[in-house]
């Protein structure tokens, strides 16, 4: 919108507060930070849930893959056949076996549920998510048959154990006796203690050489599962498709979508939510801006019908209101934008303060499944958060400008 020399000095008029419009201006100071704050909230919000999915994705995924092979009866015989077509179908990056099974775990008097997965050596140390979380002793211990394992930093504080404590593993599947089966119990010693960042997985893993949890389990040369990676996640379905012939009659394929459906169907519900719910905020903000230029014009009614009198034309009159609201609505845009940044840069200090203050655990990770408050901003949600507020207020503009517009200067200035 191009506005001439006489239309800019209005806006500027306009946007400072005259003597008598004190009330006026504060409306319109008002407009200008509720549109701060909608716009703070919308980007804070979605930037918090896409950081949620996002962080809660790549922890997942960097334990289970993006889609994993499992037999029916729980164990997998000819898993490397099954591996190497794994290998050689395109988009899928590795394939690699696996033994979970849920057992007991007890040490120092206390016990536990316990999820023991075996892997391999080689395989523990390329897995980015564990290595870069331990927090005691040394991975590099945990070889085979050395009756070492590595447990998660939740069951470690559960257990009261450490590197160099022992722990005892509980299996059902023990030997059978002329009173029935004893369960198996094996002695361990910790070697390291990790943290993923996933309460689940941290309150509950316990990570040992896949040699280990076959002679654990009893399971000979079979394991659990074979875990897939793919070249992209969201794709994963049409990845996988051409195993499906390979595993039938053995197994089943279950991508990471149907392992955690429930969890990511609602966070996306949540998220679509929220955007609208707070998309109320920034609507009430425009209302506000649509009210105070109504005060403003009726405000400067005599000073329009002057205007008009002295030559100025009616689009010149919707230009000069139209842009005075656009403004007070991108004033608010960017300091909103400014406030939600600089929120999120600051986020988890946010959170501790106000735990300390209040003395609520706002951030526990039994409920929030994540160690810390993840943000991740999407440059194209802003940038529609930022479209539609300013769309919005634009179109609050309108009847304002209008009503400026039609102003008749013979029937203002009659008894003048």
């Not at 030559?311 to 007070?328: H, L, P, Y």
């Not at 840069?345 to 039994?366: C, E, H, K, Y």
């Amino acid at each position: 919108m191009i506005l001439n020399r006489a239309e800019r000095m209005l806006v500027r008029r306009y946007l400072l507060p005259g003597k008598g419009e004190g009330f006026i201006f504060l409306v319109a100071a008002i407009s200008l930070v509720a549109v701060a704050l909608g716009v703070a909230a919308l980007i804070i919000v979605m930037s918090v849930m896409n950081g949620f999915r996002g962080e809660l994705l790549d922890k997942i995924v960097g334990l289970n893959g993006h889609a994993v092979v499992q037999g029916y009866d729980g164990q997998l015989g000819d898993w490397q056949q099954i591996a190497a077509k794994a290998k050689a179908t395109p988009g899928v990056t590795s394939a690699l076996p696996l033994i979970e099974q849920p057992l007991m775990a007890s040490s120092n008097g206390r016990v536990e549920g316990v999820l023991v997965r075996g892997m391999r050596w080689p395989d523990v140390m390329e897995n980015s998510t564990i290595t870069s979380g331990v927090q005691a002793g040394d991975l590099k211990s945990i070889v085979p048959r050395s009756g070492r394992v590595a447990i998660g930093s939740r069951l470690a504080q559960a257990l009261g154990a450490g590197p160099g404590s022992e722990i005892s593993l509980i299996s059902p599947e023990g030997r059978s006796t002329v009173v029935g089966t004893v369960p198996r119990i094996v002695s361990y010693t910790v070697g390291a203690v990790f943290e993923v960042g996933v309460y689940d997985y941290d309150k509950a893993f316990v990570i040992m050489p896949m040699e280990d949890a076959q002679d654990l389990l009893m399971l000979g040369d079979k394991v659990g599962m074979v875990e897939l990676q793919t070249s992209d996640p969201d794709k994963v379905g049409e990845i996988v498709a051409p195993l499906r012939p390979v595993v039938q009659g053995r197994g089943m394929i279950v991508d990471w979508r149907q392992m955690n459906s429930a969890l990511f169907s609602a966070l996306e519900v949540e998220r679509v939510a929220m955007f609208v719910v707070l998309s109320l905020i920034v609507l009430v903000a425009v209302f506000n801006i649509l009210s105070s230029l109504i005060m403003l014009v009726r405000a400067k009614t005599r000073d329009i019908a002057i205007l008009r009198t002295m030559g100025a034309s009616r689009k010149g009159m919707m230009k000069v209101f139209v842009t005075v609201g656009v403004t007070i609505g991108s004033l608010g845009i960017v300091l909103g934008a400014v406030l939600g940044a600089i929120f999120l840069f600051f986020r988890q200090n946010v959170v501790d303060v106000i735990q300390a203050m209040t003395g609520q655990n706002l951030w526990d990770p039994s409920v929030r499944v994540l160690a810390d408050l993840p943000s991740k901003t999407d440059p194209i949600e802003v940038a529609a958060i930022v479209l539609t507020a300013l769309v919005l207020s634009f179109l609050a503009t309108l009847y304002p400008a209008y009503k400026a517009a039609g102003t008749d200067p013979v029937q203002v200035l009659r008894y003048e």
